[in-house]
């Protein structure tokens, strides 16, 4: 019995000690704090929206609401950057030293000014280029210009000759085909050669040139 209670003491004694040793060597024991605070510009106060507060190094970050107001969970010692378009980034510590689980923040960012190289707008070099340059600009079409020439015969029958038929128009062409050849079975097919008709469609399309080769 007392040999028992021996060893039960020493057993507890030991996950005491190494209870003690892991809480001591725990490096994020105690060390989430809550941070929160505005992001505001320097010039005039005004709340920065959808700006960006990275945790450095972590991977993770949130972005500030329409007030510019933030709230993040970090660590002692964590490097927090605020970045937004056309501001200069700001990058802030979190001390290894405070006592509270909170720290609040009032974040100024500054303008970030960018400038442009400089262009030299020069004339032309005489008068009669200009006139040339002038009299050869193109001046794009306004609306009824393009309405006119959309429904331009010429153009027109260029888009028939030129497009592909679509699925509609391809199944009626196939359905006449069979409705056709259906209709003159056991029979032999008219010959449009003799065709006065014929002949007149064919005579008004040679003078339109919808036999001429095509580009």
Do not use: H
């Not at 809480?23 to 929160?36: A, F, G, H, K, M």
């Not at 490097?79 to 990058?91: A, D, E, M």
């Not at 405070?98 to 960012?109: C, E, M, R, S, T």
């Not at 391809?170 to 056709?180: C, F, G, M, S």
């Amino acid at each position: 019995m007392k040999k028992l209670l021996r060893y039960t003491l020493l057993l507890a004694a030991i996950l005491a000690l190494k209870t003690g040793r892991a809480q001591q060597t725990n490096p994020y024991r105690d060390s989430v704090i809550q941070l929160y605070g505005v992001v505001m510009t320097a010039d005039s106060l005004r709340g920065i929206p959808s700006c960006s507060v990275i945790v450095d190094g972590k991977g993770r970050g949130t972005i500030t609401s329409y007030d510019g107001v933030f709230s993040i969970a970090v660590l002692k010692g964590d490097k927090i950057t605020f970045s937004s378009v056309g501001f200069k980034n700001r990058t802030i510590q979190i001390p290894n030293n405070l006592k509270d689980n909170q720290y609040p923040v009032i974040q100024l960012l500054v303008t970030d000014t960018a400038f442009l190289p400089a262009t030299i707008l020069l004339p032309r070099p005489s008068r009669e280029q200009f006139e040339r340059d002038f009299l050869n600009t193109t001046a794009p079409d306004d609306l009824y210009e393009t309405a006119r020439k959309n429904v331009d015969d010429a153009k027109k029958r260029l888009l028939i000759n030129s497009l592909p038929a679509d699925g509609r128009e391809a199944v009626n062409y196939q359905l006449r085909q069979q409705a056709t050849k259906a209709y003159y079975t056991g029979q032999v097919p008219p010959m449009n050669i003799l065709n006065p008709a014929a002949w007149a469609d064919f005579i008004q399309a040679w003078k339109r040139g919808d036999f001429k080769k095509k580009n």
